[in-house]
Each structure stands twice: as C-alpha cells, then as structure tokens.
C-alpha cells in the first residue's frame, strides 16, 4: 500500500439543528395518541402528506386537522444495508413507500417481513409509533 | 427568444478518482488551467464566473471565491450555484445565460466537489440528506442509494426489468471508464462481479452504484463575436437548454418509475433547439446508479417507457448503437464528484463533437455533430438536460 498523503485535521464541528414544529404539531402529538392526523385543505380540499401548514395549492393557511387511516398498499420498497453516520447502531432495514387507501403517500420502514416475502402490491398498516429513544415516528406492518 | 448565440470555446477536466493529493483550490486549478488554455485565453478576459458544488463535505463555506482567487478569477462576477448533483448544470445554465442574455460577452462555469475529505458513513449521512430531511431521513435513515433503489423495484415490477439489466449498464460504463484517461476506474467488470457484488440498498449492489470521487471541470462559454475574436476553429453552440424540478418528498411524485423533472428539462432542451431524440449521436446520461441510466433513456426519448432495458440489453447504447450513452465512463465508473457532472458532462461532449475523445476508441461517429448532456440532481429533484451541436 501507498504511504497516505499528508494532511492537515480541520477542527472538528458537531452540529444539532432545533426544528420547529408549532404548526405541525399535531401530526407528532398524535403519534403519542396512537393516531394519524394530516392535513386537508379548508379551502380547496386538498389532503397533504406529509402535512402542510400552508396550502401549496391555493396558499391558504388555514387547514383542517384529519386522522388518516392505516391501510395501505407497498408502491415499492429498499432494504438499506449499508447505513449512514448516525444509524450505525441499527440493524439493516427496509424502507417502504405505502399509498393509504385516502390516496396520499408515505415513507416509513416497514418492519416483521423478510426481505424475500417483501413485494410491490402487498397490504399492510401503518402504526404510530414512539421508539425506545423517546423518537415519534410511523412504521408499516404485515397484516 | 431574443437571446444571442452563445458557444462552449474552451474546456478542462481534472483527474477525478480519490484526490487526497490536491486541497479544494487546487483541484479547480486542475480543470480552470487547461480550460483557460483550450480557449486561449485567461482569467482577466472572463467577466462571470459560476461555480456549481453542493458542498458541506470539505471544509470551506464559501468554495466560489476560494476558487476565484486560487484560478486568477477575482473581480469577475460570481456566484455560487446549488442544485445537488446538477450544481455543474446549474453553473452551467447560469453562465450560458448571461452571456446569450448580452449581460456579458465570456463567461465560465465551473463544477467542483471534494467529497473524501470526510469518512464514509458521513458521506453517505449528508448525501442522505439531500432529499427532505425533516420527512424522509430524520427517522428513516434513507441514502441515495436507497432513493435510487426505490425506483429500481417500482421498474422492476412494472416493466420486468431486472438486475442483470442493471449489471448490464455497468458493464457497459466501466468498459468506456478503462479508455478514459480521467476516469475514477481504470477496469472493466463483468456481469457476473456485479450480481455477485454486496447489496448496499437491495436490489441495487455495489457496481451499481456511483463511487464518491474528488474532481472538478471547468467550461469557458463565449458569445458569436468573441468566437471570432479568439479565432475559435471549432466552436461547439449550445443549441438547447431545459431545466425543471420535482418535489422534496419522493412520496409526492407521480411515479417511482421516470423523473418528471428530467423529461421536463429534456422536452424544453428538444424544442429549444429544434431537434428529436432520433438526431441526437452522443449522450452522457445521470447513471449516479445503474437505474438511473435505463430511466434516462426512457425520460429523453431514446425509448418509449418501459423499454430502457431493452436498450442495454441489444447494446444499442454503445458505441455503433443507435445512441451512444456514457462513453466517457458515466458517473458510474468515471465517478460522480457531484458538483462536477454536469460541467464534465459538456466537456466529454465538446470533445466529442470536435472528434477529440481520448482514447481514440471512444470517439464516436457523427453526422449530425449533436449531442445531448442529462444531469440530474438529487433523485430527481432537479433536472437539467443540455444539446449542443458543433
């Protein structure tokens, strides 16, 4: 092996980013409640996921609070095996991208299916869900 | 449109591959010199500069003016373009308008990324990123292999398109990768090393991924009075541009199997410069994963949807096919140093139309003399699709 170059080690910089959830925070409150809450448009009545605060639509600001429900179909999936930086300490996981029965779209893992019996077309639901480390979150499950 | 004819006049490519022998400045040095040098010229005659990098990966906040100052640039116009991995279209875009919009007579773009000068499961965190953290990576933990692997399986499903088509494109881009003297890899695979290669995000494997490489090009644009003026012999025109963009959420797409916004850009480019995908000789196409190549060809044209496989499969994106794509290796196996693509993208193709590619065996065939650059960035989150004909 080659001798490596040199070089110089910049100071290190360890960033965490505060994001602001006031106006979406029912979507994370409701996970606590075991339920799924979007937002749909008073105005025109389009039904956002993820939900919006503001309407891209017709740029109204003024949404309604709606539960979703938790049937959805895979539109398709990934198994993640290589992993980044700060999901290390997670075993591989699949992710899956579900269309629920309301027509929107989501992107979760998808748990308790190997990969060989994962398929684009399967029936699964979708479960709030607070993890072990306090984080509020979405997965799919087999039916 | 009343804008004026504008011309690629000079180009540079550095070596792309793991520079750890060069800081940021002094690899855009490797790809502003020669491009200074093709066009004959320097510096002090280009009024605009346009760098195009994402960034976030070395060390420096502000890479536009510590590449003007290091390149003899300072004092022109300047500006810092993003658009994840079509930063260099975007760079591109921006310098070729402000010389066909008469604000100014030459210009330069600029494409730069150092992307080893952190470790590899960070590269993989900040790339990760780019889509919609708040929604897709903070609890999920997608890559950008991940991104392009969800459009894989919805392909596979709908088209029956499968993983040796995938292996296929590799094949293809690391044999094209072995003739170019700037390429990341220098060796050809076989199908049989990618299906057998590790599973980084199923179903895509290792050779069907893009590698994280250090490079950067450069491209000095001109207007039809300064062609002359420099005595350009083979002034190479831009003769179509399109760009457009998809939502942050993957989820709000319409589909998993095409990029809107690349057939967007690619549409705008056609009727820009009055031309069909059946005109077009050469191609570079963004195959940051295998995928993304046979999504190419269907987003372009070169195929109706569904049929990218089929493409790969009768060899008709190589040299003597119908359109030669990736000759110069692709990001595949030349390397993606992401901000650099879309730049290095104009210059494989300037060489190309000036029947200057290095080696000889790759120069492609033409008659037309028009070629066509597909540079997206993020998954499908940007769009940038260039023609230009000699």
């Known amino acids: 092996m080659a001798t490596p170059l040199p070089t110089l080690r910049s100071r290190p910089l360890t960033l965490t980013y505060e994001i602001p959830i006031s106006k979406t925070n029912k979507f994370w409150s409701g996970i606590k409640e075991g339920k799924i809450y979007t937002t749909k448009c008073k105005k025109c009545g389009k039904l956002s996921f993820p939900p919006v605060a503001d309407c891209p639509v017709c740029l109204s600001s003024d949404p309604e609070w709606v539960e979703l429900s938790n049937e959805a179909e895979v539109e398709t999936f990934t198994h993640v095996a290589v992993l980044p930086a700060t999901f290390q300490k997670y075993e591989p996981y699949t992710i899956a991208i579900g269309k629920l029965k309301e027509g929107v779209r989501v992107l979760a893992w998808l748990k308790d299916v190997k990969l060989e019996n994962t398929k684009v077309g399967m029936k699964v639901k979708l479960q709030p869900k607070v993890t072990s480390e306090g984080m509020l979150t979405l997965e799919f499950l087999p039916i | 449109m009343s804008m004026r004819k504008v011309a690629v006049v000079g180009v540079g490519n550095s070596k792309f591959g793991s520079r750890q022998d060069v800081n940021l400045g002094e690899l855009a040095f490797e790809a502003v010199k020669p491009a200074y040098e093709d066009a004959g010229i320097t510096g002090k005659d280009i009024p605009f500069v346009a760098l195009g990098s994402a960034g976030g990966w070395y060390e420096e906040t502000l890479p ?166 420099f005595k350009i012999d083979t002034p ?150 260039t023609i230009l004909r000699r």
């Open chain 2, 64 to 229: 536009a003016v510590v590449t003007a100052e290091y390149c003899g640039l300072t004092g022109a116009g300047l500006v810092h373009c993003e658009a994840a991995c079509a930063s260099g279209s975007a760079a591109f875009a921006t310098a070729y308008l402000d010389v066909a919009s008469g604000h100014n007579d030459v210009a330069i773009a600029i494409g730069l990324e150092k992307m080893r000068e952190v470790d590899g499961p960070t590269i993989l965190e900040l790339i990760g990123r780019a889509g919609y953290y708040f929604w897709e990576f903070h609890n999920f933990g997608i890559t950008f292999p991940a991104y392009y692997a969800l459009h894989a399986t919805a392909h596979m499903a709908k088209y029956g398109t499968t993983q040796e088509d995938l292996a296929l494109v590799s094949v293809k881009n690391h044999k094209y990768a072995a003739m170019n003297p700037v390429a990341h890899f220098q060796k050809e695979i076989t199908v049989e090393d990618a299906l057998k290669a590790a599973v980084i995000a199923w179903p895509l494997k290792l050779y069907d991924c893009c590698p994280i490489t250090d490079g950067a090009a450069a491209v000095i644009l001109a207007s039809e009075e300064k062609v002359k003026e």
């Open chain 2, 236 to 385: 190479v025109w831009v003769a179509g541009l399109g760009y457009a963009s998809g939502t942050a959420n993957l989820t709000n797409r319409e589909s998993f199997v095409g990029l809107t916004a690349a057939r967007a850009a690619a549409n705008r480019a056609f009727k820009e410069a009055g031309v069909t995908p059946d005109d077009i000789e050469v191609a570079t196409a963004h195959d940051c994963f295998t995928i993304a190549e046979i999504m190419a060809y269907e987003d372009i044209g070169f195929c109706k949807k569904g049929e990218g496989a089929k493409l790969i499969r009768e060899g008709q994106t190589e040299i003597g096919g119908k359109i030669p794509v990736n000759v110069d290796g692709g990001l595949k196996a030349k390397g993606h140093p992401i901000g650099a693509t879309g730049c290095s993208m104009i210059y494989e193709l300037t060489r190309q139309l000036r029947e200057q590619a290095q080696k000889r065996q790759r120069q492609v065939p033409l008659k037309k003399y028009l070629a066509l650059a597909h540079n997206v960035g993020g998954t499908g989150h940007y769009g940038y699709v």
